[in-house]
Nanobody
């Protein structure tokens, strides 16, 4: 399995931008589909974005499409989530995940998880 460390969260105002990073170590990073999920208090973990092995194909939840961009740098073993025009409803703990199912959208389809990074958006 691959080990993941999330970073980049923080407290921002509505309309601000933030970039999350997820550094991977262990087995070959480029062999994994990477995803970002988020979990708000009292809610289930939900899909935000996923990216293919080479980074040429991406998928997004409707709630973030057009505002969030997932990307990866296989040379640096890192996946990113660029978040623009943040809204209070984006407040959650954000997790990166690694798996082998192509652009999977459910948590059960991912094998490894980061520890999470808190994103708080004030109105």
């Amino acid at each position: 399995q691959v080990q993941l460390v999330d970073s980049g969260g923080g407290l921002v105002q509505a309309g601000d931008s933030l970039r999350l990073s997820c550094a991977a170590s262990g087995r070959a990073f480029s062999n994994y589909i990477m995803g970002w999920f988020r979990q708000a208090p009292g809610k289930e973990r939900e899909f935000a974005a996923a990216i293919s092995w080479s980074g040429d194909v991406t998928a997004y939840a409707d709630s973030v499409k057009g505002r969030f961009t997932i990307s990866r740098d296989n040379a640096k073993n890192t996946v990113y989530l660029q978040m623009e025009n943040l809204k209070p409803e984006d407040t959650a703990v954000y997790y990166c995940a690694a798996g082998v199912v192509y652009l999977a959208r459910t948590p059960d389809e991912y094998e490894s998880w980061g520890q999470g990074t808190q994103v708080t958006v004030s109105s």
